[in-house]
């Protein structure tokens, strides 16, 4: 009986707390009106909190320190980034603001104008807004140049010397290494009896009479 009332008093108990969760809200639909610069100030100033804690999260605690590990490799054959103003763990943003800034130039007015509005209803700088919105062309363009500077610092072969014997008598071996250093798989000898294709008579040259 004792432990029919506990297990009664157990489901009770933990109905409320054992109910299917909901999904919190994830979103929310905001109108906007007015001139470009207009529905930017708007935007701006309702999710100011949410633009800031974006920027922070996604790139002053994760790209930015990420890309400043690359500047060695890069600055070894790209010199313009060994300047002073990429020095003191600037480089990351120097670069990111540089290739936005570069992108502006092809972003529409009225988008800038609405870009210059966020930037001022959130209370941010305006460069760390076009960086939010300009960072995914750059990372782009940045892995395609970091994977460039990577394959020139590789190693390579620059010349192959066979010792002993006649160049020209040279044939590939069991204990021939490639240009990889591993050792060459043996080819394997077929036990079946080569077979000469015959050429077909059509093909075949006609005597010369003389």
């Keep these: ?3 029919a009332f506990a297990a009664l008093a157990a489901t009770v108990l933990c109905a409320p707390a054992c109910r299917e969760a909901e999904q919190p809200a994830y979103y929310e639909v905001v109108t906007l009106s007015g001139t470009p610069y207009e529905r930017g ?5 309702r999710f100011a909190s949410r633009i800031r804690s974006l920027y922070t999260s996604l790139l002053t605690n994760s790209l930015l320190p990420y890309l400043n ?3 060695p490799d890069i ?3 790209l010199t313009e980034y060994q300047k002073p103003i990429y020095d003191n763990g600037q480089f990351s943003y120097q670069l990111m603001l540089q290739s936005g800034q ?3 130039k092809f972003i529409p007015d009225e988008y800038m104008e609405e870009m210059r509005g966020i930037a001022d209803g959130a209370a941010l700088p305006f460069d760390q807004v076009l960086i939010l919105n300009t960072f995914l062309d750059t990372m782009l363009g940045f892995r395609a140049i970091t994977f460039f500077i990577r ?3 590789s ?3 620059q010349s192959v010397e066979f010792a002993g014997g006649s160049p020209t008598a040279w044939r590939p071996t069991a204990s021939t290494t490639t240009a990889t250093g591993m050792r060459t798989r043996p080819a394997r000898r077929s036990s079946r009896p080569t077979r000469r294709t015959p050429t077909p008579r059509w093909w075949r040259c006609p005597p010369t009479r003389r």
Excluded: D, S
């Design 1 to 3: 009986m004792a432990a």
């Design 41 to 45: 100030f708007t935007h701006g100033l």
């Design 69 to 71: 590990r690359e500047q």
């Design 75 to 77: 600055e070894a054959v």
């Design 102 to 104: 570069n992108l502006a």
């Design 151 to 153: 394959q020139l610092q």
């Design 155 to 157: 190693p390579y072969i």
